[in-house]
């Protein structure tokens, strides 16, 4: 059976407001992620002081791409989440995702757990 234009249109605000929800939870894990580098790396390294690591989301057409970016301007991939699902994968390259799912934004123990215990490093990401 297919769907009729009425049908998509009923639910393309549920589809919407999944994809906003999606967006809130990556920026949170992004805050979470900040959040944590500051704690363990209030100290000088070496006698200098740690570069500071931002956390920032790059969308493109199926994934936000969780992007950890250091103030001297080295870029690297710390995650990706799928803009529909809220399925976030660790990275295998800059451009694509690992194929395992290693959590999901929109189940709620999940989150609360990745929130909890997400790490700057992505050693949360090899917990399961």
Known sequence: MTASFTDYVATQDARNSIQLKVREYSLMLCDALEDNF???????????????????????????????????GSRSVHAFVDMKTGELYKAASFKAPAKNVRFNLLVITDREWLLEHADWAGGYLYAR
């Open 38 to 72: 500051r704690s363990r790396n209030r100290g000088a390294l070496a006698g200098r002081p740690a570069p500071e690591y931002k956390f920032t989301i790059e969308s493109g057409r199926k994934y936000h791409k969780i992007m950890m970016t250091t103030d001297g």
